[in-house]
Structure formats: structure tokens, C-alpha cells
């Protein structure tokens, strides 16, 4: 049984510190998806805790049939889109983006895909997320349309515009990738 | 380079982009001190048959109602609300009739009242439903993995009274507006 195998058996019989040692090994994808889909140091961070919790509480349910990490990253893009819907509008997401760290997302990138990673992070959100799970994370339209409770035709029409825009904002900056 | 390889490069370039990346802050003691609640579901048999959950029930004459009075249709809302019913639960439950009926009444009035918003309040009346309506999904989603959850039924049933509520809202808030014009 690997380390990660028996802490999550561990975890399912509550033990706190087991599941303290998922989440040092998890906290990084954990974290970074969620950062990619608010575009917000504070939102991710409160989204990643979120997801942990969701995860503990959800513990007895993981049967195994898909990888841990796999399994959180679906219990972290539901953290992100409960709390999207919790604020009212999307106006509210740029907001606080303007008035705490800008281009956060941006940080674990260097050179040109940090332009990159600031046009994804300027994205409308339902392109955005799109875009993140599907050119990001690799997860093809079935997955990530699921996960995000919409139809995989639109999930296709969001990725387009993705590209499009992202496109357009790079060639207006100037920017070649 | 065209549109479309540019696009397409554009894909490539976002696989590159990084994956893992970690918080510049240690999240684990909010963690910590969450899971630390005792609020992981641990329902046993008995205990599910002892508890009690507040249902919506009957009670059809201190539910919502409409009075239709001079041709006017006037919301009264009875100050005590929805009437609860203490019952044992199992697998099922169930919305009571005559709410069922007050929500459908007020459900198909609700395109009506909205034309009569203007367009910010309507889009607002609009996102707010959708949202209740959405955790009304999520809860119910949930509660077909844990049926017998009380915590999840007694939700379901808060959530069920805001929607209500934002529906009763939105018919006083209308007639507020005719009676303004009217003058």
C-alpha cells in the first residue's frame, strides 16, 4: 500500500493527521486549479480551503475508482462554482481582483506564458473555466462539461471564444507566444 | 501566422502553463480547525429513527395564500409562516400539498410580475432565483446519496421558504410599482 493509499484509509477513519498529509501532497494541484479558475489569490485560497473540508466530509464516499488527486480536483472545481454563484455578479470577481494582489495566477509562470496566464486570468468566467480545465488541466469536453454541469457543446462554443479572445488580447498587446 | 495557428498555438502554450502551484500562505490551520467540528455526517440507523425533521406538512389554511379581493390580487403571508410538523423520517419525504400548490400559484404568476420590473430589477429578481433554485438542485442531489441526513432535509426546507419568499417579494414589489403609476 503506497503512503498516499494508507492515509486515505486513515483519513476515512478520521484521523486528522493522516489527512493533514494528503493535503501537503495535494495542496499544490489543489490550489492551482483553483487559482487558474478565480484568477484571485484570496478566492483560491479560500476555494482550496473549501475543497479540503468538502473532501474530509466527502472522505467515506471515495471509493477508489478514480485517482485521489482526481477526485479532489472535482470537489475543487465544485468549491469554485458554489462560490461563483455565491457572488452575485461577476462585476463583484473583478472588483476584488483590482483591489488585492494583481495577476496572482500569473506568479508560477515565467516569460511569455506569464502573458499568457494574465489574458486566461482576464477571460469572461465561463470561457475561463473552460479554457483552464480543458487547455490547462488536459480534461477533455466530456469531463470538463461535466464537471462544470453544462452541455459539451457548450463547453466546445466556450473554448472558441477562449481562443479567440485570448487571441485577440495578445496580438492587441503585442505579445507572440 | 493565421488565426487559426495562432489559436492553436495558443492551446500548446496552455498546457505549459503551470499545474501545482502553492499558496503563499499555510491554509492548513483554517483546515484544521474546520474538520475539527463535528459535522461529518455519522448517522446510524437508530439514530436516523429517533430523530426528527422539521417537514412541511398539510396545513393548507396558514400556508401562503392568495386572497383575490376587488379584483385585486393582494399576497397575505400568515405571520406564522409555513407550519412545521415534528415527524420520525426514513428514505422519503415530502413537501406538503398545499404548499406545493401555493409555489406552483406563485411559480406561474412569476412571469407576469417580472414584465412589470424594470429590466435591473427583473435580471436581479432573476439571478437570486436562480441561485435558490440551484442549491435547491445541489441539496437535492445531495440528499439521494444521504437520504436520512436531517441536516440536509432541514435545508432543503430553508431553501424551499427563501425561494418562496423571494417570489412573495416580487408581487408586493409590483403592486408597489402599479399603485405608484396609478397615481
Redesign the interface.
Known sequence: MTDEAAWIAQAQRSDAKAFESLYHLHIGKVYGICLRMTGNVSEAEDCAQEAFIQAWNKLDKFRGESAFSTWLHRIAVNAVLGRMRKAKREQDRIRLATETVVAPASVADTGELRDLSDAVDRLPEGARHVFVLYAVYGYSHDEASNMLGIASGTSKAQLHRARRLLAQQLKQEGFEI | MN?IE??D???A?????????????D??P???A???QP???RWTPVFAQAAAIVLLVGASSSLTYFVVKDQQRVIEIVPSGLVFEQASFGGRYALGVDYQEARGDLVAQLDVELARLSPEARE?VE??LA?IR??IAQINEALT?EPDNALLQELLVKTYREELALMQRVGGLTQHVMSRKDI
Not at chain 2, 502554450?13 to 500562505?25: D, F, G, H, R, V
Open positions: 488565426d495562432r489559436e498555438k495558443l492551446i502554450a496552455a498546457s505549459t502553463l503551470a499545474t501545482e502551484i502553492s499558496p503563499e500562505k491554509l492548513w483554517g483546515i484544521a474546520a474538520i475539527a459535522t461529518r455526517s436581479e439571478l437570486n441561485m440551484g442549491a446519496d
